[in-house]
């Protein structure tokens, strides 16, 4: 593998407003509607993405509502942050939860772990 893992993610979602609404507030960020790919094949798909500058590191990603697909799977997405508490008080101020509280991961910084308005898990990390 020559660059980073992860070149995109996708975050399923089921009330694309709600969702939307959240991982704003938590990031202060504005997500920007991508249009959908293939109207034919995936008829009523929405998709959101987050900010992204191929120039830069990092993955971007989309938040996706496309009927039959379940949110609150599997995936784990770090998003990296200055003092991931700042972006864990956030999610509980917009509808989240806390699964893990900021901790330690040694030389590695710290993570903390909530789950969203549509049930997915997310990571949050930070250096300090």
């Known amino acids: 593998m020559k660059a980073n893992p992860v070149g995109w993610f996708e975050i399923y979602v ?26 034919s094949e995936f008829g009523d ?14 993955a971007s990603g989309a938040l996706i509502k496309m009927p039959g697909c379940p949110s609150g799977g599997s995936t784990l997405v770090y998003f ?8 864990l008080e956030r999610a509980l101020k917009h ?18 772990l909530v789950v969203d308005t549509e049930g997915n898990m997310i990571g949050l990390h930070s250096m300090q």
């Open 80 to 87: 990296s942050c200055d003092d991931c508490a700042v972006e």
């Open 14 to 39: 089921q009330d694309i407003p709600r969702a939307k609404a959240f991982y704003e507030a938590v990031f202060e960020t504005t997500l920007v509607e991508l249009p959908n790919p293939n109207p």
């Open 95 to 112: 509808g989240g939860t806390v699964f893990k509280g900021k901790q330690s991961i040694g030389v590695n910084g710290y993570i903390a």
């Open 45 to 58: 798909m929405e998709m959101w993405t987050f900010p992204m500058a191929m120039q830069d590191y990092g």
